[in-house]
Each structure stands twice: as structure tokens, then as C-alpha cells.
């Protein structure tokens, strides 16, 4: 198995207090994503990294903040959470070759509720 | 619209036999598309990945295949086992922007 962990596993949080949500590679692997996955829905991409340092949007990131300060870590932040941020949040991994992203690795989830 | 979908409907199949999935497409040119397999609880696991020239890939029971003028890939699995219940999800990517566009997944349920 990728070596990829996340945490917290669960957390139980009030609206308005910030969340950080800890994703831990020992692959190595260049690009990171943060995606969130909610019933009826596929997974929806919140942020993701390229390198220490460089991060970008993805389709639903308002609310969300990322920080990558090393290549093995990548942090995603609920600056402010919210009862619609409720969900199970997946890191996954990539090392893009000669098949776009190619193959993604996740971490097992943390499932987070917000009250 | 852009837009994945993949049978929302669980399938329930009898074991020995095989199960086919759609993932359909509207509005992408996907350059590569992907299936993985979720099991509940669990990060999704990668199974294969087929590029727009391929119209077929297979590894060991399993076979996927992509018409890119039909908009579709399909997802067999032969001889299948009560094993190989889980959610299988199919996800595309356009231009090589290492973005992943997911499907929602249709549950799989094999009966032994």
C-alpha cells in the first residue's frame, strides 16, 4: 500500500471553529489532492499541489484553504466551518508520467461533522 | 453541461457471471479515463486506466473499454466473485491537467 495518512480519522466540530486536516505521504510523489465526497455526488476536488509551496484551485475550494510547506505534507484548513462542509475528505497522491495524473493514491479519509 | 454518470442503481449480479458498468460522458474530450474500486469506509483503489487511442485494457478479469464517439466506457468483470462487491467509480481527465473528474460510482453486488 502508498504510504499515505491522514488525519484526523474523525472529528466532531462546532460552525465557526477552524478544522485542520493532515495528509502525510512517504512516496515521494509530486502532486497532491484534497477532495471531499458527499452521497449522490463523485468525488469533487477542493485544492491541489504540484510542489512544496505551489498550490491551485479545484472545482470547489471556497471555504478552503492549503498549505504545503514540505513535500511529504499537505494541509487543508476550513478556515471557518460550516454545516455544508460535513463530509468525508480524501487525500490522494500522484506522480504524473506519460498517462496525464496516472494512477492516484488515497488515504483512507477523515470524516468530519460540523454541528 | 459537463457532466459523468455512471448507474446510480446497485447491480446485482450472480456470481460466475459477468458484470458489466457504464460510465457515460457528456462535453469532455477526455485524454485518459480511469476505474477504481471503493469499498465502504475506504480510499478508493486504482484498477486501470485506458488513454482515448486504446479501445480496449484488460488485467486479469477485468476489462475495460472506451468509445469516444459513443461517449462511454465500460467496466467488465468475468467470473465474478461475492469479493468484488464495492463501489466502482470511473473518472476522466481532459489535456493532461492532472485534474480527475469522478463519476458518483454504482454499487456492485455480487450474490454468491
Known amino acids: 500500500d502508498a504510504g499515505i495518512t491522514q488525519s484526523p480519522r474523525h472529528k466532531v466540530t462546532e460552525t465557526g471553529t477552524p478544522v485542520t486536516l493532515r495528509c502525510h505521504q512517504t512516496?515521494?510523489?509530486?502532486?497532491m489532492y484534497w477532495y471531499r465526497q458527499d452521497p449522490g455526488h463523485g468525488l469533487r476536488l477542493i485544492h491541489y499541489s504540484y510542489g512544496v509551496k505551489d498550490t491551485d484551485k479545484g472545482e470547489v475550494s471556497d471555504g478552503y484553504s492549503v498549505s504545503r510547506s514540505k513535500t511529504e505534507d499537505f494541509l487543508l484548513t476550513l478556515e471557518s466551518a460550516t454545516s455544508s462542509q460535513t463530509s468525508v475528505y480524501f487525500c490522494?497522491?500522484?506522480?504524473?508520467?506519460?498517462?496525464?495524473?496516472?494512477?492516484?493514491?488515497f488515504g483512507e479519509g477523515s470524516r468530519l461533522t460540523v454541528l | 453541461s459537463q457532466k459523468i454518470e455512471q448507474n446510480s442503481e446497485a447491480l446485482n449480479i450472480q456470481e460466475g457471471k459477468t458484470a458489466t458498468l457504464t460510465c457515460n460522458y457528456t462535453?469532455?474530450?477526455?485524454?485518459?479515463l480511469q476505474w477504481y474500486r471503493q469499498d465502504p469506509g475506504r480510499g478508493p483503489v486504482f484498477l486501470l486506466l485506458i488513454r482515448e487511442n486504446e479501445k480496449e485494457k484488460r488485467k486479469e478479469r477485468l476489462k475495460v473499454t472506451f468509445d469516444t464517439t459513443l461517449k462511454q466506457s465500460l467496466f467488465h468483470i468475468t467470473a465474478s466473485q461475492p469479493a468484488d462487491s464495492a463501489t466502482y467509480l470511473c473518472?476522466?481527465?481532459?489535456?493532461?491537467?492532472?485534474?480527475?473528474?469522478w463519476g458518483a460510482g454504482t454499487k456492485l453486488i455480487i450474490k454468491p
Open positions: 473518472a476522466l481527465e481532459t489535456d493532461s491537467n492532472y485534474q480527475l473528474i
Open positions: 462535453n469532455y474530450s477526455p485524454a485518459y
Open positions: 490522494a497522491i500522484s506522480e504524473p508520467g506519460t498517462s496525464g495524473s496516472g494512477e492516484l493514491f
Open positions: 512516496e515521494n510523489h509530486r502532486y
